[in-house]
């Protein structure tokens, strides 16, 4: 199954299902971006927008993209604020946003479904404005190495989305070569996680 189809198939119950993984990615967002404010937001991977109600309190216009048709229809039917353009991108081709537009670009949980991170890490800056700032948040390598992936289960089948391993070094190297500096990394830990390895690890970026 294509990650565009997997996505689509997940939709109706992403938000209600069990996803501690989800859970902390939006807490994670809270705390990181809560009292900041910009002009333009670019959010790419919005999903069914369980941050882009976040990020239209912090920016003044969002364009909130995704992969998949059946979570921008989820995200549209229950975000109404007028500063939120919602669209449809593939992210592994050009990107359709005029260069130096955007003040905040974000990444929640999509670049596990993304092969090679120099192509979207590149477009990221172009489209970011001198001093703009790229949060990324993802599934920690650390789960990766232990099988952890995108997954939803539909009675007693299982779908496991494909995904490709990133390790710390990959996301350095990527933004680095695009001329994205890193001002801040972290790992995070869900409550239910003791003893466990981190769940997420967030870079912050500044071009």
């Known amino acids: 199954m294509s990650i565009q189809q997997a996505y689509n198939d997940w939709s109706d119950t992403y938000d209600t299902d069990e996803n501690l993984t989800r859970d902390l990615d939006r807490a994670v967002m809270l705390q990181m971006l809560g009292k900041m404010n910009c002009n333009a937001v670019l959010e790419v991977g919005c999903g069914t927008g ?33 500063n939120v353009t919602f669209q449809v991108a593939d992210i592994t081709q050009p990107w359709p946003m ?28 172009r489209t970011l404005k001198v001093g703009g700032l790229l949060l990324i948040s993802e599934l920690h390598p650390f789960r990766q190495y232990l099988g952890g992936q995108a997954r939803f289960t539909r009675e007693d089948s299982t779908t496991l989305i494909p995904a490709f391993t990133h390790h710390i070094s990959d996301f350095l190297t990527a933004a680095a070569g695009s001329g994205l500096t890193l001002t801040a990394l972290n790992e995070w830990w869900h409550e239910a996680d003791e003893g466990k390895p981190p769940r997420l690890i967030t870079f912050l970026f500044q071009k």
């Open 50 to 82: 369980k941050n882009t109600a976040l990020l239209a309190k912090l920016g003044e216009r969002v364009t909130a993209v995704d992969f998949s048709p059946g979570m921008l229809a989820q995200a549209k039917a229950k975000i109404s604020s007028p």
């Open 98 to 125: 005029p260069a130096a537009a955007f003040d905040l670009l974000t990444f929640n949980l999509i670049l596990e479904h993304i092969e090679g991170l120099e192509f979207v890490m590149e477009q990221a800056s």
